[in-house]
Each structure stands twice: as structure tokens, then as C-alpha cells.
């Protein structure tokens, strides 16, 4: 079994540290985290800031007109989609838990829109219980390195609650995606300046091999041509 910790580590030292546009506040960690899907974190961060500015909390995002919302957030993928769903989610969040969110897995799943990754981000930043997030970055850094050896997301957050220790969970999301866009990234990932290179598996079982293909071919060209 791999050393989490040490990875975790080395990990941690090579990335820049991850922006949070809202802190301790679950109801924007939430509404942020919806607007997030299939966004940039830019992006998403700008239309979240805005829509705080105009309408504050649950209680004023409730009251918003839908293309009010749709406007402010129009950079943001399926905005049209996303304007209803935090509406309605605003609503939910004021008639059902009296303006605050709740700080609760079963009843944070229980909010449209809201899946397993959601609902451990708004936890883990939200209320700073451990947990653990699975999206993109995680799922395919964790599998890559050989912390997990599974083909969803959701068994992979499983396996992975059994190789993180608790005090590493709040922390490790916004580290494993500073890691995800900077060097272990979905296509062409850094792996030769990679801090953890040397304990990954797709480093060796992948990455060598297509260095060593590469150089053989190199070879083979170079013995080939005519003096
Ligand atoms: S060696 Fe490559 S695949 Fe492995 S963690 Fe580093 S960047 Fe990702």
C-alpha cells in the first residue's frame, strides 16, 4: 500500500495554495460549488461573487428573478440550467432548513442538484468535517498514482476513505486540484518534473514505457540513415 502521508506531502510542497472566493460560509461554498460544474474555477468564482454582492444570502437569492440570474452568471456552463437550480435550491435551504444549511450528508444529497462530490466539498470547506470529495482532479490523480485502483467515482471516494486519515480529508480536495491543473494534468501530465513520480504508478507502468518506445524509435532511425 502507498504512503498517503509522504505523497500528500510532496504533493502539498509543489502546488500553489488553492483560492477559496467563499470561506466558512456553506450557503455560497454550496451555491459555488453547483455554479463549479463543468466551469473554470475563474469563471465560477466571478459569477458567485457577483451574485453574493447582489443578493447577499438564501433569503435574496430566493427572491431572484430567474433571468436576473441567468445574466449574472452567463459565463458559466448551463447557465440557463444553473440560474433555476439556485433558485430553487435558495428556496429549499430557507423554507425546509429555516436559512441555514444543513451540515449533514443524507440531508445535503437530499437538495436538488446536489451529489456526493457537492455535498463533501460543502462539509469539508462549509462546516470542516472530514470527508472526502471526488471529482475530476481527485479521481484521476488517485488512480493514477496507485492510492485507489477504481473506475468511479464514487468507489473511489469509498477506497479512498480507507487510505486518508481523517485529519488529511478537509485539506486534501483544494491540494490534489492545484496538482490536477498545474502538473498531473488530464492530458500531458508533468510527469518528469512530477514530486511524486518515483511512487506512481502510471509514472512507470505509462509514462517510462512510452519515454522508452519513443527512445528505441529514435535509436531506430538514427541507425538507419547512411553516412
Ligand atoms: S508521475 Fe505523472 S501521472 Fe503520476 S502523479 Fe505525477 S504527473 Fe501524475
Known sequence: MKNFVEIYD???????????????????????????????????????????NKYHDCYGLAGAKPEDVKEIIRYVGFSNVKSKRIIEVARLIMDKYNGSVPGKYDEL???????????????????????????????????????V??????????ALKKVIPEKYQIEFNPVFVEFGKSICRPVNPKCNICPVNKCCDYYSNVYLKKINEKNKIKASGTLGKKN
Open 10 to 52: 510532496k504533493i502539498k510542497s509543489a502546488v500553489p495554495e488553492h483560492h477559496f472566493e467563499f470561506k466558512d460560509d456553506p450557503f455560497w461554498i454550496l451555491i459555488t460549488t453547483i455554479l463549479s460544474q463543468r466551469t473554470k474555477d475563474a469563471t465560477t468564482d466571478a459569477a458567485a461573487r457577483n451574485l453574493y
Open 109 to 147: 444529497t437530499k437538495i436538488p442538484g446536489v451529489g456526493s462530490k457537492t455535498a463533501n466539498i460543502v462539509l469539508t470547506q462549509g462546516f470542516k468535517i472530514p470527508a472526502i470529495a471526488v471529482d475530476t482532479h481527485v479521481f484521476r490523480i488517485s488512480n493514477r498514482i496507485g492510492l
Open 149 to 158: 485502483h477504481e473506475k468511479t467515482p464514487e468507489k473511489t471516494e469509498e
